[in-house]
């Protein structure tokens, strides 16, 4: 190989410059890392971009990182959905500071998350791409090429590395990792479209049996369409051009809404696939490089989101050494977002078969389901917290607290809101007011504001991981050594 090998390894290299890898190596570097970001196309986000919904769960992550609410003024809020003509999600019922979808396009959640990382200390190194890589006992090799071609090929050492580099993953295809699944649905077709009228509901989803159709406004006069044809099925190459998508559109809503001025189109294919997992050594697998599927329900940019949440304080433990068990945690990236990753397949599958149902009998199934979510609240609920992220929990364990594994809302807590604490991207120990100081961790203290006894234990990413409703030193003890480690103690930090 030409060129030259770099062998003062960083703590992680991250492949991929998308949601995912960016809030990722953002958090790493935010907490004191050594991290670079390599990433193929040129530097410059697309303007045009098939993400364009960010769910409540995605955007509490945000806030935690102090961007949420900059990213929610870039687009327009969505507080119910309307599938199938005859159901509608009322979203205003989730219990979060953001009660609704968020219509922006994908480039501004990037243009966020890439200022941070950069502010951060991120060493980008774009129109880089990964050739191969190797590991060892110490770390990773990874062979990669530079924008002059191949008088560029160098390597990089790192002690761990991340691929967040989508579908066609370079890190997977280096793995050797299978990506098993199918092809769900081909030719979709996507354009963002100005109407003449306006839909009755904020974001309508349909079908026909022949073809479905979805709208939701960005809130600049344009409207997003996606649309199916089950007659016209063409390769993704094939042209496409307004009247298409005005032709899907009306069999699908019956209206094409007086469609016109396209600003962009596009056509392409979904598939369902997952690998089998997401560790292997000293490489993980993150985003859609990890899992992909249709696009119904919006949850691809977000569950990648909420994989790098997920990884980035798991990473960050080990490297710094505040984890008393650091393969076991490394592990758990697996052992709780795999199951996500295969919900998320399901869900999204059962939307888009559900929209697409042409003859008696699953016509009759998505009447049946139609009408279950309409009259049983506790199931619209559920529903409706699966597709935001709000109702993702993590395996507790045997004998755990009740709490342990679930999401936190946003407490107000005497020092203030949880997630403007978890800013500093530590766990945060939330105790009566009266309760004896915690041993010295590197935890951020905080208290109740009213009576509550229960003691929980807030990870980085917002969930509980430990809680109790008596005061239990021993086992608040054990709890802080397992996630907090005991050789890098430092002393309590009050918020």
């Known amino acids: 190989m030409n060129g030259t090998t770099d062998t003062t390894p960083v703590d992680v290299l991250v492949v991929g410059a998308g949601p995912t890898g960016l809030l990722l190596a953002g958090d790493l570097a935010a907490a004191g890392l050594g991290v670079t970001l390599i990433e193929r196309r040129p530097q410059g986000t697309s303007t045009m971009t098939r993400a364009f919904g960010v769910h409540a769960r995605t955007l509490e992550l945000l806030d935690a990182r102090g961007l949420a609410d900059e990213l929610v003024a870039t687009g327009t809020t969505v507080d119910r959905m309307s599938l199938f003509r005859h159901l509608s999600l ?23 998350l890439e200022r941070r990382a950069q502010e951060a200390g991120v060493e980008f190194r774009y129109e880089t791409e990964l050739l191969g890589l190797r590991q060892d006992a110490d770390g990773v090799t990874a062979e990669i090429r530079g924008a002059e071609g191949a008088d560029a090929e160098s390597s990089l050492r790192a002690r ?35 109407l003449a009228e ?26 997003r369409v996606m649309g199916w044809n089950r007659k016209h099925q063409v390769p993704d190459s094939a042209p496409i051009d307004l009247d298409d998508v005005r032709e899907i559109t009306r069999q699908a809503l019956g209206t094409d809404h007086g469609m016109r001025d396209a600003r962009w189109l596009s056509r392409f294919h979904s598939d369902e696939r997952q690998v089998p997992r997401y560790r292997t050594r000293r490489v ?32 960050a433990a080990v490297l710094r050494g505040a984890t008393g068990e650091p393969e076991a945690l490394l592990d758990s990236y697996h052992q709780e977002r ?23 009998v699953q016509r009759t199934a998505r009447s049946l389901v139609t009408r279950l979510l309409n009259w049983v609240r506790p199931a619209r609920d559920k529903a409706m917290g699966r597709i935001s992220g709000i109702g993702i929990a993590y395996p507790a364990g045997r004998g755990a607290h009740r709490l342990t594994g679930t999401r936190v809302p946003d407490l107000a807590l005497a020092e203030g809101r949880l997630y403007e604490l978890l800013r ?4 945060v120990l939330v105790t009566p007011a009266e309760a004896d100081a915690a041993p010295e961790r590197r935890v951020i203290r905080a208290h109740w504001t009213g009576a509550r006894r229960t003691t929980l234990l807030v990870r980085p990413d917002g969930y509980v991981a430990w809680a109790s ?27």
């Open 424 to 427: 500093e991207g530590e766990f």
């Open 284 to 315: 993980f697998l993150a985003g859609d490089a990890a899992h992909c599927h249709s696009p119904a329900g919006g949850q691809g940019l977000n569950t990648g989101i909420q994989d790098a949440a997920n990884l980035s304080w798991k990473l």
């Open 469 to 495: 409703e008596t005061p239990d030193a021993p086992a608040l003890e054990e709890a802080l050594r397992r996630w907090t480690g005991e050789g890098r103690a430092v002393a309590t930090r009050q918020a």
């Open 90 to 112: 009322d979203l205003d019922r989730l219990r979060s500071r953001f009660p609704y979808l968020l219509v922006t396009p994908q480039y501004e959640v990037e243009r966020l």
């Open 160 to 194: 761990y590395l991340v691929g967040a580099d989508g579908v066609r993953s370079a890190v997977r295809h280096a793995l050797d990792l299978p990506f098993p699944g199918t092809s769900v649905i081909r030719s979709i077709v996507l354009a963002d479209v100005k």
């Open 198 to 223: 306006e839909p009755a509901g904020s974001l309508s989803v349909a079908g026909s049996d022949e073809a479905f159709a979805f709208i939701v406004p960005f809130g600049d006069g344009y409207y």
């Open 338 to 360: 795999h199951p996500v990753g295969a919900a998320v397949l399901r869900t999204s599958g059962a939307i888009v078969r559900l929209a697409m149902a042409h003859n008696p």
